[in-house]
């Protein structure tokens, strides 16, 4: 260990490697967070998926409840992906999956499923900035054990990790004490609800967004997280030159936490306005 470096420091930096640089020139592919059509999922989950890939979304992320999945089922789901020519590349997290007890099983499902990424959708209750530093020794933790295996942890930001808390924001402690290969799984929408820039923070952070969360917000009773992608007031086209210049981002997912439009309608609309964007 380096004189000066503290042992949560040195966690955070030694042993891991540059996931490298960006995707420019490339085409990244468009997925869906599957909690956006939650209702029809739970009716009919491979339904569901099957419509969704119908739309022309090319990657899924599915939510922590993928946990209560016996390896039999995440394999027939891992079928019906194949089949339908998409892909899973993370998963969302609770707690538990990072735990000595839950973290074999969600590796074990992740790795039939094909994700790489292990995120974490929520910490829980998190008391004071030292709480937070504990978040970030977890996860850099995780990242230890995942990284043989050609795995990664992540971290799923909400819109209290963007607060001043005993003058320091959660997320700079987050990025600051993990790894450079424990992903910062942007939620443009939180961030931007939040005050905080998107564009100042992916260029900040070289090569850790691999996934971005693509959900809009705009200010007004009747908006919130109720505007579909696009019509709130994140900078877009910034956001996508950041994250493809230097963000390292693999793919968008969009996410549509509600809306005025039935699920189905909804994301379909969304990512209609994503493929013009992207045109």
Same mark, same amino acid.
């Given at each position: 260990m380096q004189p000066g470096l503290s042992r949560r420091r040195f966690l955070a930096i030694s042993g891991a490697t540059p996931l490298g640089l960006g995707a420019a020139g490339k085409s990244v592919p468009v997925g869906l967070e599957l909690d956006s059509v939650r209702g029809a999922l739970a009716q009919d989950f491979f339904g569901t998926v099957r419509e969704v890939a119908r739309m022309g979304y090319r990657a899924v992320e599915f939510d922590p409840s993928y946990l209560n999945w016996t390896p039999d089922y995440a394999r027939q789901v891992r079928r019906l992906l194949d089949d339908l020519g998409i892909r899973c590349q993370s998963?969302?997290?609770?707690?538990?999956?990072?735990?000595? +007890?839950?973290?074999?099983? $969600?590796?074990?499902? @992740?790795?039939?499923?094909?994700? +790489?990424?292990?995120?974490? $959708?929520?910490?829980? @209750?998190?008391?004071?900035?030292?709480?937070w530093r504990e978040v970030a020794d977890l996860l850099t933790l995780t990242a230890e054990r995942l990284r043989p295996l050609g795995m990664a942890a992540g971290y799923h930001n909400h819109e209290p990790e963007w607060a001043s808390l005993e003058g320091q924001r959660p997320m700079d402690v987050l990025a600051a004490n993990t790894p450079i290969d424990v992903v910062l799984q942007l939620d443009v929408g939180s961030c931007v609800e939040a005050g905080a820039d998107p564009v100042t923070w992916i260029s900040g952070h070289p090569g850790r967004f691999r996934s971005i969360h693509c959900k809009d917000w705009a200010p007004g009773a009747d908006k919130g997280y109720r505007v579909l992608f696009g019509e709130g007031v994140a900078p877009w086209a910034r956001i996508f030159e950041a994250a493809e210049a230097a963000g390292g981002v693999e793919s968008y997912l969009i996410e549509q936490e509600a809306s005025r439009f039935p699920e189905f309608e909804a994301v379909e609309r969304c990512l209609a306005v994503w493929k013009q964007m992207r045109a």
């Open positions: 998963t969302q997290n609770n707690t538990l999956s990072f735990s000595k +007890k839950g973290l074999p099983k $969600a590796i074990e499902l @992740s790795q039939i499923l094909g994700a +790489k990424y292990i995120v974490m $959708a929520t910490a829980g @209750s998190v008391v004071g900035i030292e709480g």
